[in-house]
């Protein structure tokens, strides 16, 4: 139990850094995922026969194949490839960015690029699961609302904007957040990429030693670690799932429905 | 309007057969991954000579260039048949068989996996839904762990954390099972739950107004009745499952991502058409499920259900059969033969009872370390409930009546 609660203490900080990789690949994932899913998922849906079968084609390739696979190609496919064509190193192209800001010492000696192409592959990933919610959750605005707006003499992008999109946002809350749950689990696939993040930092704790108390010193903090921010992620998606059915006071636009969400509805 | 009329969306589509549109995607997949892999292709050809001449060679291949685009692609695709049907790798065994290996664990793994999982999760959901607080809360305590850590750290914790098990009952093969049916029963077991909760609750007030024991009404009146509510989200979850069965890769079991990347790293320069081809064996596989999904979801949505059989008996049968299936699949991989069927037959029965153990050991830590907190804070706060207005909820006096809500102004 001593030698346990040693090795733990020891490996904090490298645990601390690890959850830092991991939080920030899940913020930086989920941001990008929503950048793409939103155009796939309206995208989904439109008139237009091209739009609507590029992103189809985008959806169900990527949900129809692991993430896995796709972060290998990502890393192992997609990164040599660019190498080759364009002599493009992601690397060397931040280092020099970096440069001219006169901050290249931040630059981590490891390198940048499996956080890259697995931030990369796990954001395209997300984004097409995402873009089904959202599709599933305009669709679930009822068609009168739509029509109404038309007979207001709306134009498409303003029923959207104004009318459909903030309430289809209250829709999409559970399926929203139950996914980017499943997106900060997800991080953990980084670690094949050679990704520094929590699961590989207690997997390289837990293998240096040969005493099982220890691996399980490891494995289990990690394990506590993910629960906690995965559980309270949930927690406050109930919370809004609560709120939700109690209705908003009517804003103008969709960051102010968003605002309204996050706000706790008055009494009454 | 875009978002308004999802009737006149699919008009288009409708036209275009479903099975159709399926192959379209897999004929797209493979002719951008033919753009793409053939340059490579190319790039890596030119390299790998000017590696071996020991000179320095700049590839400058130009992408909107029709006359180097079109021989590449041609060359692709006429590579990816060739990969499919005849080529070999340098030992003499055709590529096909490695895909062929690897899809043969996945479905194994799968059809082994599942109906264990939904065993478990049925289990699970039974103690999740019991009058006793004690068998309530470590089934809760066990279905929110399970699915709120990591499936990979999960199967990465159990193969290579449990090593003061003996090596008979945990090696790659059970680690694996036990990881998929553990994580998956967490998730079959709020599927199962929202189907038995579904139901209208006077189909088990009737049952036990006409006597039924439990197991009567639970076998006769509720899992009939809940199968077809069911039915979609686990088919759904089979999906996922295919797909998640990719990270058994990480703990050595030869599965179709597993091959894939193995067969990419030692021949490098046929990355591209390993990539398309692992990639377009798992869409083949999972675009249909995801189709039948929808169709049974309509079909029962739009007429009763009612069945000529025992339902209870037949979903019985179909998870047995899935799981020789499975094990049929795992003996085709190793190998039709005698020794394979009955050594396959013990991995099966290990992970099994691997599987068993884990379930029943996690729910007793999880639930130790939840309930007894509870049961304390509990104890605790029924001292409090003698002052004046203490109604407190769960002890069965009534809860005190609230603020009355500020009128608006």
Request: with cysteine; aromatic share 10%; proline share 5%.
């Amino acid at each position: 139990m001593n030698g346990v609660l040693q090795a733990l203490l020891t490996a904090v900080p490298a645990l601390l850094a690890g959850v830092e990789v991991t939080v920030a690949a899940a913020a930086l994932g989920i941001v990008l995922a929503m950048c793409l899913a939103i155009p796939a998922g309206l995208g989904r849906i439109s008139r237009s026969g091209i739009i609507r079968s590029v992103s189809t084609f985008y959806v169900e390739v990527v949900r129809g194949t692991p993430l896995l696979l796709q972060l290998y190609i990502w890393f192992y496919g997609v990164n040599i490839l660019l190498g080759i064509l364009f002599h493009f190193n992601i690397d060397q192209t931040i280092y020099n960015m970096l440069t001219v800001f006169n901050s290249n010492t931040i630059f981590p000696k490891q390198g940048i690029s499996s956080f890259f192409f697995g931030v990369i592959g796990l954001s395209v990933n997300y984004g097409a699961y995402l873009a089904e919610v959202i599709r599933a959750g305009v669709l679930a605005v009822d068609k009168g609302q739509g029509e109404a707006a038309a007979t207001l003499g709306m134009s498409r992008w303003q029923t959207m904007r104004l009318i459909v999109l903030p309430q289809a946002l209250r829709i999409m809350v559970p399926p929203l957040t139950n996914n980017f749950i499943t997106l900060v689990q997800d991080t953990a696939f980084l670690q094949v990429l050679g990704v520094a993040d929590l699961s590989l930092v207690a997997l390289t704790g837990a293998q240096v030693t040969s005493s099982a108390s220890i691996r399980w010193g490891f494995f289990g903090a990690e394990l506590v670690i993910y629960f906690i921010i995965c559980y309270s992620i949930a927690l406050i998606a109930r919370r809004f799932e609560t709120n939700n059915s109690l209705g908003i006071a009517p804003r103008r636009s969709i960051m102010g429905g968003a605002l309204s969400l996050a706000r706790r509805p008055r009494a009454g | 309007m875009a978002q308004v009329d999802p009737a006149s969306a699919p008009a288009t589509m409708q036209r275009i057969p479903p099975q159709l549109r399926s192959l379209g995607i897999v004929v797209a997949l493979i002719v951008i991954f033919g753009g793409l892999g053939s340059l490579l292709l190319g790039a890596l050809d030119v390299t790998a000579e000017a590696q071996r001449e020991g000179l320095q060679v700049i590839q400058q291949t130009n992408l909107f260039n029709p006359a180097q685009l079109f021989p590449h692609v041609a060359h692709f695709i006429g590579e990816t048949i060739g990969v499919l049907t005849i080529y070999t790798d340098k030992f003499g065994t055709p590529y096909r068989i490695f895909f062929l290996q690897g899809v043969g664990l996945t479905i194994a793994f799968c059809f082994i996996s599942m109906p264990l999982a939904l065993v478990m999760g049925l289990i699970l959901a039974l103690m999740s839904r019991s009058p006793f607080r004690w068998l309530r809360i470590p089934a809760r305590a066990f279905v929110e762990f399970f699915r709120n850590t990591p499936l990979l750290v999960q199967m990465v914790a159990i193969y290579s954390g449990l090593i003061f098990l003996p090596n008979w009952l945990l090696f790659a093969y059970t680690a694996g099972i036990a990881t998929l049916v553990l994580n998956y029963a967490a998730y079959e077991c709020e599927n199962i739950r929202a189907g038995i909760e579904a139901l209208d609750r006077g189909q088990t007030e009737a049952a036990q107004v006409l006597g039924l024991s439990y197991w009567q009404t639970l076998r006769q009146i509720v899992i009939p009745q809940a199968i077809p509510v069911l039915l979609p989200p686990v088919i759904n979850d089979l999906i996922y499952m295919y797909k998640d069965s990719s990270i058994l890769s990480l703990i050595t079991i030869t599965e179709l991502t597993a091959q894939t990347n193995a067969l990419t790293r030692l021949y490098p320069t046929r990355t591209w058409q390993f990539f398309a081809i692992g990639g377009a064996i798992y869409l083949l596989l999972s675009i249909p499920f995801g189709r039948l999904a929808r169709v049974v979801e309509n079909r029962l949505k739009s007429t009763t259900f009612r069945p000529g059989v025992d339902v209870t008996t037949t979903a019985l049968i179909i998870l047995f059969t899935s799981v020789v299936l499975g094990w049929f699949c795992g003996l085709l991989v190793d190998g039709l033969s005698v020794g394979n069927a009955v050594g396959d037959l013990s991995h099966l029965f290990f992970a099994i009872v691997l599987c068993v153990l884990l379930i029943a050991s996690m729910t007793l830590l999880l639930g130790a370390i939840t309930y007894i907190p509870a049961e304390a804070w509990r104890v605790l706060r029924r001292g409090r409930t003698h002052r004046p207005g203490g109604g407190v909820r769960g002890t069965g006096s009534p809860a005190p009546a609230e603020a009355p809500i500020a009128a608006p102004q």
